[in-house]
């Protein structure tokens, strides 16, 4: 039969390093409510996705524009 014996401060020190490597609940909690607002605002684009001018649709195929093509600039 084999003994061995177990420093108590080396495995409260492993808890503590495992433990740091997560998140605060806090942190997480908060996570979880940017991704549920994300998903939220999604679904309702979705929705209301043919209200919306076609120049949404195709965001990848910009075109340059200078702060003159604004309308409230003077």
């Given at each position: 039969m084999t003994a061995t014996?177990?420093?108590p401060?080396?495995?409260g020190a492993e808890r503590?390093?495992?433990a740091s490597r997560q998140p605060g609940l806090l942190a997480r909690m908060w996570a979880?409510?940017?991704e549920s607002r994300m998903r939220?605002?999604?679904r309702q684009?979705?929705?209301h996705r043919h209200l919306l001018p076609a120049q949404f649709e195709f965001a990848g195929e910009r075109v340059?524009?200078?702060e003159?093509?604004?309308p409230f600039v003077k």
């Open positions: 014996t177990m420093n401060a080396i495995i503590v390093k495992a979880a409510f940017v939220q605002a999604e684009i979705m929705l340059a524009r200078s003159k093509d604004l």
